[in-house]
């Protein structure tokens, strides 16, 4: 294989200098060595810096707690400048917050402001050149409790325009705050801020709260203390639906052939969450009992509302309007009367009972199709009682005729 060689002018070839690389590598290694000297004198060199803005921490609060029921009210947002010296390459891994600057209250009784001495905790390797300032002032006060009302402020909803938003309900809806007397002197309540955006139903969110003014200025202070570090917040989306007003009857007489029967208002709007409404399909106001209305009449009965839900248009009672028709009523005159048990004596001689049923049937009808009956079996002791009688009727005539009101009959027990 041929060699490869560089050539002079003259065609001539030309070898690699040696020297010439020996001599930059020597250049290399002294510029290196310069440097390194330069970084370690630099590094290893005793240096000194201020630190700005230490904050000042109050230690003993605690023991100041127990010992006098006393509390902080203001000094622990000071900040101290603190200077140290030290190797550069130390320093430069610290800041304000890795230096501890503390003052102790240890030892205060009474309430008042204190002008107390600042020391200095640094890490290792530092040494403390000075402080500035020296000192500080912290005020103290009595502790005490309050308790303040939790109010929560809803912003930035949007819901259905058929929906409407309810009152935000908190839990617990009052809070109990302990701290300086003074401080808790101007708190007035605590603030939960909900933005919700959009919702398409009542929403429970459990969020933090601030302590307030009553101009709603946050009041801040570390030595406060809340009863619950969050509440729970119910914002109810509340829906409409309109569901009739209906009565029911105990026996079954009335119907469209014997009775009419109307009900006004016949509905109602109803507003609540849906959960409290989707199952609502009417609302009950009344079970007429037949044997007891013995003439037409009109009466007004207040509406139940279920468990969840208002009137949406204040509507709280109706009024029930019943009209016999295609019926009449009579009176017999019954005097066999049966007494089911022993050692009795019947007072009552005769009973007037009162039927009602279509024309045709109640003008055809004859005392012996009533049969009167009452038990005094049950009854314990003697002397005179008033006994519930029991009327009945032939089963050709069930559904159809029936007695009116309550029938009763006097009997003397041996």
Known sequence: MDKLYSKNASGEPKKASRVSS??????????????????????????????????????DVGELSESSNLSVISGWEQRVSVTVKGRRSDIVNYSDNDINAFVSVAGITHNGTYNLDISVELPAGLQLVGIAPTSTQVTVDEVGTKTVPVVAKITGVKHAADCELGEPVANPAEITVTGPVSVLEKITSASVELELGQISGSVVAVAPFKLVNKNEETVDNPYVTAS??????????????????????????YNDNTCTVTVEPAVIVLKGENSALKDIESI?????????????????????????????????????????????????KVKDIDIVGSNYTLITEELDIILRGPESIIKRLTVASIEVSASVEDISGTGEF?????????????????????????????
Not at 287 to 302: A, G, H, P, W
Not at 390 to 395: N, Q, S
């Open 22 to 59: 020996i001599i930059a590598l020597i250049v290399c290694f002294m510029v290196s060595f310069v440097i390194w000297l330069y970084v370690m004198q630099t590094e290893n060199h005793e240096y000194e810096e201020t630190f700005t803005r230490v904050p000042i921490v109050i230690s």
């Open 284 to 332: 009950l106001i009344k079970t007429l009992d037949e044997k007891q209305i013995t003439s037409d009449r009109t009466e007004t009965v207040t509406v139940p509302l279920p468990s969840g839900v208002v009137s949406k248009d204040g509507i709280t009672s109706a009024k029930i309007s019943i009209t016999h028709k295609n019926t009449i009523q009579r009176t017999f």
């Open 228 to 253: 619950v570090d969050s509440v729970t917040v119910t914002v109810p989306l509340y829906e409409t639906k309109t569901v009739p007003l209906t009565v029911a009857y105990k026996y079954g007489y």
């Open 386 to 414: 008033r006994v519930e009688a029991e009327i009945k009727l032939p089963d050709t005539y069930k559904g159809i005729v029936y007695e009116l009101g309550t029938y009763y009959i006097q009997i003397v027990k041996k």
